[in-house]
């Protein structure tokens, strides 16, 4: 579409807005002779007699102001309602992560609980979407059915020593996670809220369940150490998932 209406623009519109004759121009340049700059061309207006017609082009101020807001228009990115795209899902409180989250017995400080939370998540696939982007170390698997399924598992494993706040898996959890933004006719899913240090840091693996007949590419362009602010502003949208078992999680990688 948007080739389309620049092709109506350069053969139509434009042409009706810059080509004058030579006898218009030579008046309107008595007028605004700061307005405007011209070359002469030659345009064939009689190919079966052979004459031609000298044609002058004239860019003036309000014309060239027209074409260039009207393709400006036509490289508007559309807006998506990305949450129309998520079934619906309600609110967890953190009690109800009590059977996802596992703490791990890797201790160095005790203000320190490391562990993983499995959570997951769905995505309803536009029609116009040909292919999936994913990180580079996303687990995938073919499904039926018109439904991106997605499963995390969030682990934080650091051998730090935190000042005098703790810092466990079950509040690092709610930093981390994947967001998602339509580009063209790909779905671009990208993780976020990772952080490392030489001791350690947290993680996000993603495990999709992509629908027969889409596309699947590997980004490497996409850092999974951004904040959610920080892809909010640049278009994306936070992908919100629920609590999930382990067994589900483990489940998806033996298929």
């Not at 017609?53 to 990305?82: G, K, W």
């Not at 698997?141 to 969030?154: A, C, F, I, N, T």
């Not at 959610?228 to 990688?253: C, M």
Request: charged fraction near 20%; proline fraction near 6%.
């Amino acid at each position: 579409m948007r080739d389309l209406l620049t092709s109506v623009v350069l053969e139509c519109l434009l042409p009706r807005l810059l080509i004058h004759s030579q006898n218009e121009c030579e008046q309107g340049m008595t007028h605004q002779p700061a307005m405007s700059f011209s070359n002469s061309f030659h345009f064939p207006f009689n190919r079966a007699g052979g004459s031609t017609s000298n044609v002058r082009l004239m860019y003036s101020a309000p014309s060239t102001l027209i074409v260039m807001l009207f393709l400006a228009s036509c490289q508007t990115q559309h807006h998506y309602d990305y949450a129309k795209l998520i079934p619906p899902i309600r609110s967890f409180p953190p009690s109800a992560y009590g059977h996802s989250i596992h703490h791990s017995d890797f201790t160095i400080d005790p203000l320190v609980t490391n562990g993983d939370c499995y959570e997951e998540f769905q995505i309803a696939i536009p029609e116009s979407i040909t292919t999936i982007s994913l990180p580079t170390c996303t687990t995938t698997q073919r499904l039926d059915g018109e439904y991106l399924v997605g499963h995390l598992k969030k682990a934080l494993g650091w051998a730090g020593h935190p000042d005098d706040t703790k810092t466990s898996i079950d509040d690092e959890r709610s930093k981390m996670g994947v967001a998602m933004k339509i580009k063209g006719r790909e779905l671009l899913i990208t993780s976020f809220g990772t952080w490392s240090s030489f001791e350690g840091g947290s993680s996000v693996s993603l495990l999709v369940g992509i629908p027969t007949g889409t596309s699947i590419h590997y980004a490497k362009d996409q850092p999974a150490n951004r904040t959610a602010e920080r892809l909010t502003q640049e278009g994306w949208f936070v992908i919100p998932s629920r609590p999930a078992l382990k067994k589900d999680y483990d489940r998806f990688t033996t298929q």
